[in-house]
C-alpha cells in the first residue's frame, strides 16, 4: 500500500534562517506531487506541483522553492523565512486524475 | 471570485442529525474529492467521484456534472464526525481548487 511521509511535524524558526521540509512517498511510482499552506482559519494554498523528476511547476511567487530530486522525494525550501511564513504546509501525492489526493500529516510552522 | 465555493462555513449539529454540506464550482472538473481533516490538521480523502454517486458507511456523496454542484451526506451522525469537510476540484489532473471548508460540531 501507498503511504506518505512527512516531517517533521512541528518546527519553529527564527526570521532570516533557511528552511527544508521533506515528504517521501512509498509504494508507487512517478505519482504528482503537490506542497500546500494551510494559513489559520483558510483553505489550502497550492505552492508547488510536480509530474516528474526536476519538474516543479510554481503557482505562488514568494521566497519558497522546491525540488524533486528522486521519484518519490519532494522537498521545500527556504533560503530566508519571512513571518508570513509561518503556517500549516501539507504534502500531498495523486496519479493524474486518476486517484484521490493523499495527504502527509503536515508541518506545522512558526516564525518568530 | 472562488472556483469552489461551500455552504454552510459552519455547522453545529446534535448526535443522530442528518447532516448535508454543499458544494458549488465553476470550472471544467476531471472529478471532485471530499476530504475531511480532523483539529490535528491531518487531511483524509473521503471520496472522488465524476458523477453519480458513492456511499461509504453513514457518508453519501452525490454530483451534479451538469449543474455543477455536489453534497456530501452524514447519516446518523456522531461526535467523532466533528471535523472540518472540504470539497476539491481536480480541474486539470495537475491543479485541484479547493473550498474554504464547512466545519462540523456534533454535539452529544
Known amino acids: 500500500s501507498q503511504t506518505i511521509h512527512q516531517w517533521p511535524a512541528t518546527l519553529v524558526q527564527p526570521v532570516g534562517s533557511p528552511l527544508s521540509l521533506e515528504c517521501t512517498v512509498e509504494g508507487t511510482s512517478n505519482p504528482n506531487l503537490y506542497w500546500y499552506r494551510q494559513a489559520a482559519g483558510r483553505g489550502l494554498q497550492l505552492l508547488f506541483y510536480s509530474v516528474g523528476i526536476g519538474q516543479i511547476s510554481s503557482e505562488v511567487p514568494q521566497n519558497l522553492s522546491a525540488s524533486r530530486p528522486q521519484d518519490r522525494q519532494f522537498i521545500l525550501s527556504s533560503k530566508k523565512l519571512l513571518l508570513s511564513d509561518s503556517g500549516f504546509y501539507l504534502c500531498?501525492?495523486?496519479?493524474?486524475?486518476?486517484?484521490?489526493?493523499?495527504f502527509g500529516n503536515g508541518t506545522r510552522l512558526t516564525v518568530t | 471570485k472562488n472556483e469552489v465555493e461551500q455552504s454552510p462555513q459552519n455547522l453545529t449539529a446534535q448526535e443522530g442529525e442528518f447532516i448535508t454540506i454543499n458544494c458549488s464550482y465553476s470550472?471544467?472538473?476531471?472529478?471532485l474529492h471530499w476530504l475531511q481533516q480532523h483539529p490535528g490538521g491531518g487531511i483524509v480523502s473521503l471520496f472522488m467521484?465524476?458523477?453519480g454517486k458513492k456511499k461509504h458507511g453513514r457518508l453519501i456523496a452525490t454530483i451534479n456534472i451538469q449543474e455543477k454542484h455536489s453534497s456530501l451526506h452524514i447519516t446518523a451522525s456522531h461526535p467523532r464526525d466533528s471535523a472540518v469537510y472540504i470539497c476539491?476540484?481536480?480541474?486539470?489532473?495537475?491543479?485541484?481548487?479547493f473550498g474554504t471548508g464547512t466545519s462540523l460540531t456534533v454535539i452529544p
Open positions: 467521484l465524476s458523477s
Open positions: 500531498a501525492w495523486s496519479f493524474q486524475g486518476r486517484s484521490p489526493l493523499h
Open positions: 476539491a476540484v481536480d480541474h486539470t489532473g495537475n491543479q485541484f481548487y
Open positions: 470550472v471544467g472538473i476531471s472529478a
